[in-house]
């Protein structure tokens, strides 16, 4: 895909993982980078788990599995990264672990190795010009399960150019994804919707408007969303959750985006969700149960 033939991923959660499961399924060579080694194995057998279920279902072949599976390559130095044709920095979603990531990778890339971050909500613009090639930068939004998802939101920075662009698009559509356009605003467009309605939902917690059942519960029947809000904070992560209310915040200055002094409580206590065994479900047991 224009020039492009493998694929360096750095950062091997859950986020990392899907981009590799994805981006190896469809045909490049992966190198997968993270600061724990001990990540990258767990990251390695959590694909192989998913592909096996892909398997189940009928969506890929054993054949195909064993292909992917085979593409992908553990990087556990940051330099080995920067020979790939393109890097996608997938790593926790704060402004400066993605810079202090890019200017530890430039002095290693490539002369046409293109970059491109999956941040959530951070300006395109300001992570790449901690670059040394910010016209050859773009965001990448993978959407979480990145395997089941099929939304990739493109960002422009103000520097990228136009075959940086092109080569960005066509590489998620190579992929099986359908692209969307976002301008370069705090959060883009799906968390700049999608991330105040759960901060909303936890404020109506917060107040003691409903329960967390009562919340989502209405959420699931009375709008018709497959997850309730306080449950998809949950999956997502209530730690990005509000990193992204605070980039909302703070990049536009309106006080709807204050995020909820609740949602600061839970992250503090480390009650981070899923993840953590803990947010607004408990998951320590045979079936969730709600902490308030």
């Known amino acids: 895909m224009s020039g492009i033939r493998s694929v360096g991923v750095i950062g091997a959660g859950q986020m ?29 057998d959590l694909i192989g788990r998913n592909m096996t279920r892909q398997v189940s279902r ?56 293109l970059l491109a971050s999956n941040t959530s909500s951070i300006s395109i613009t300001r992570l790449a010009a901690a670059t040394d090639r910010p016209e050859r930068f773009i965001g990448l939004h993978f959407m ?60 109506t917690l917060y107040e003691g408007v409903g329960t967390v059942e009562a919340i989502d519960t209405a959420m699931k029947l009375g709008a018709n969303h497959p997850m309730g809000p306080l449950e998809l904070g949950d999956f997502i992560g209530l730690d990005t959750v509000l990193s992204i209310m605070n980039v909302l915040y703070e990049g536009l200055a309106d006080s709807k985006y204050r995020p909820c002094p609740l949602l600061t409580k839970y992250v503090e206590a480390g009650w981070l969700g899923r993840k953590a065994g803990r947010g607004f479900y408990d998951y320590r047991g045979e079936a969730p149960v709600p902490t308030r």
């Open 16 to 44: 990392g993982s899907g981009i590799a499961h994805v981006v190896a399924l469809g045909g490049y060579d992966v190198l997968l980078h993270d600061v724990s080694p001990d990540r990258i194995v767990a990251s390695r």
């Open 58 to 113: 009928e969506i890929i072949t054993p054949q195909e599995m064993e292909a992917a599976l085979g593409r992908i390559h553990a990087s556990p130095e940051l330099q080995a990264v920067g020979a790939a044709d393109l890097v996608i920095e997938a790593a926790t979603e704060s402004e400066e672990v993605k810079k202090s990531i890019f200017r530890a990778l430039s002095p290693h890339l490539g002369e046409r190795t």
């Open 144 to 203: 979480n399960p990145v395997p089941l998802m099929k939304l990739v939101e493109i960002i422009r920075g103000i520097a990228t150019d136009a075959p940086t662009y092109e080569t960005a698009v066509n590489f998620a559509r190579s992929l099986g994804k359908t692209t969307a356009n976002a301008e370069d605003f705090p959060a883009f467009i799906v968390n700049r919707v999608l991330v105040p309605m759960i901060n909303e939902a936890i404020y």
